[in-house]
């Protein structure tokens, strides 16, 4: 369920939602202070290590409403940056597991993370044959 958000709440969510990596200038202000802390304390975003701040699973559905997809991320590097790519799962079980595959296949990943999207489903993940397109026929014996 989506928490309740004030206007200026609101409004400062979708600055953090839109800023590029790093480019968010925060709370310079008391009142934007204020918002910025009672964000922080409901769990709805959260400071990225020194590159700005970004939306938790709970900030995004406040701004966003119920996810439509999950979308895996990495970090592949000292930069300590979350990347991610087009793929866009219906739960996030099938998101875990893409991105564990990933993890296994690439050496350079350090950490990663199952986002929320409001981007459509475009991929599936079946255990037996692995990453599938939502428009590729559904492996044998299994519906669409």
């Keep these: 369920m989506a928490k309740k958000i004030s206007e200026a709440q609101r409004k400062m969510l979708n600055e953090i939602a ?5 480019g968010w ?3 310079d202000t008391v009142p934007r202070r204020r918002t910025w802390d009672a964000l922080v304390i409901r769990g ?14 709970a900030g995004r559905l406040a701004l966003f409403g ?18 991610g790519n087009a793929l866009r799962f219906a739960t996030r079980e099938e998101a875990e597991k893409n ?4 993890s296994w296949r690439w050496m350079a990943v350090r950490e ?3 986002v929320t999207s409001q981007d459509p489903v475009n991929y599936r993940w079946d255990d037996a044959t ?5 428009d590729a026929p559904a492996p044998a014996g299994e519906a669409k």
């Design 66 to 83: 119920p996810p439509v997809s999950y979308a895996p991320e990495v970090i592949a590097d000292d930069s300590g940056v979350w990347c």
């Design 99 to 102: 991105v564990r595959d990933l």
């Design 44 to 57: 709805l975003v959260y400071q990225n290590g020194g590159r700005g701040a970004a939306l938790t699973d």
């Design 112 to 114: 990663t993370r199952v």
């Design 25 to 27: 200038l925060g709370a």
């Design 18 to 22: 839109t800023a590029p990596v790093g």
């Design 130 to 134: 692995g990453l599938g397109s939502v």
